[in-house]
């Protein structure tokens, strides 16, 4: 070992200055409505984990940009935004609370205005690496089950373990209108799978860190399994890692 350590930090090599993660980081991207909340609620209550929603941050930073008459198509003013704006996630069982500048967001992050507002906006490459840095920070401890699109090919793609988990548009879309109750929105499920289709398309084509599984993350199509069926693949999938890195006595104290 040379005296100084060498600055030149790679995934193969950690340096004294980075090192390896205590705990690891799960990764799970895929398109909206495969299930993505319910597996990270799942195995972060599983595990011990904390369970961090990107897609909130860009919910967030949609409800500032749509209060301050932003153009979502304005990056420069967007991303000038971003930088003097605060947006926390506090994890809890039933998913995350979103504190934008230290004001409770939660249920503001999930209109229909809002979801369309954060689609737009995260097509813009500055930004999307301004919430790079920020989801970094956030996770660089380990011990953390984050979801989005980009958490295993941009933000995490040294994570421990990566599931990309996916969907057909119409199983997608229906779980979507379920959730958000006929009642209560007056809308059809085939506007739901119409605007659905719009989002995946932004998500899937955008130049920057485009909807794509990572080379080394396990795919799981969630079209014909049930629920208990794909949580249970996932927990498969996180304990063989867990198990791998575990010794022996550690092993016996897995949660089981
Ligand atoms: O997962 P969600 O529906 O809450 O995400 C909201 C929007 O943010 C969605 O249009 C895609 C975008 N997003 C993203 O581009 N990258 C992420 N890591 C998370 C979400």
């Known amino acids: 070992m040379p005296d100084q350590p060498d600055k030149t930090v790679s995934a193969a090599t950690p340096s004294v200055e980075s090192p390896r993660r205590m705990k690891p980081v799960i990764a799970i991207d895929g398109p909206a409505g495969a299930g993505k909340s ?3 609620a799942y195995l972060a209550r599983r595990f011990g984990f904390l369970n961090l929603e990107t897609g909130a941050m860009y919910r967030a930073l949609a409800v500032k940009a749509i209060d301050g008459d932003v153009s979502f198509d304005e990056e420069d003013t967007l991303l000038a935004l971003a930088e003097h704006t605060r947006i926390e996630l506090q994890p809890h069982l039933e998913g995350n609370r979103v504190l934008l500048d230290g004001v409770d967001v939660s249920r503001r992050v999930r209109d229909g205005d809002v979801t369309a507002a954060a689609s737009r906006i995260s097509v ?3 930004l999307r690496a301004w919430m790079v840095t920020q989801q970094r920070k956030l996770g660089e401890a380990g011990g953390v089950v984050m979801e989005g699109r980009d958490i295993g090919t941009a933000v995490f793609p040294d994570a421990e373990v990566k599931i990309f988990l996916d969907a ?3 199983v997608r879309g229906n779980r979507r209108y379920k959730q958000t ?3 209560d929105a007056p809308v059809t499920e085939a506007a739901v799978i119409q605007e659905m289709k ?4 932004r998500d899937r084509n955008r130049a920057e860190s485009p909807l794509r ?3 080394d993350a396990v795919s799981l199509d969630s079209t014909g399994m049930t ?3 794909v949580l249970a693949e996932a927990e498969k ?6 198990s791998e890195q575990a010794s022996p006595a550690e092993q016996a104290h897995l949660p089981g």
Do not use: K, S, Y
């Open 227 to 229: 629920l208990e069926q």
């Open 198 to 201: 719009e989002r995946d398309a």
């Open 124 to 126: 813009h490459p500055r």
């Open 213 to 215: 599984p990572a080379p």
């Open 237 to 242: 999938i996180v304990r063989a890692h867990l």
């Open 181 to 183: 109750g006929p009642a």
């Open 38 to 40: 319910t597996m990270a």
């Open 168 to 170: 057909a548009p119409e």
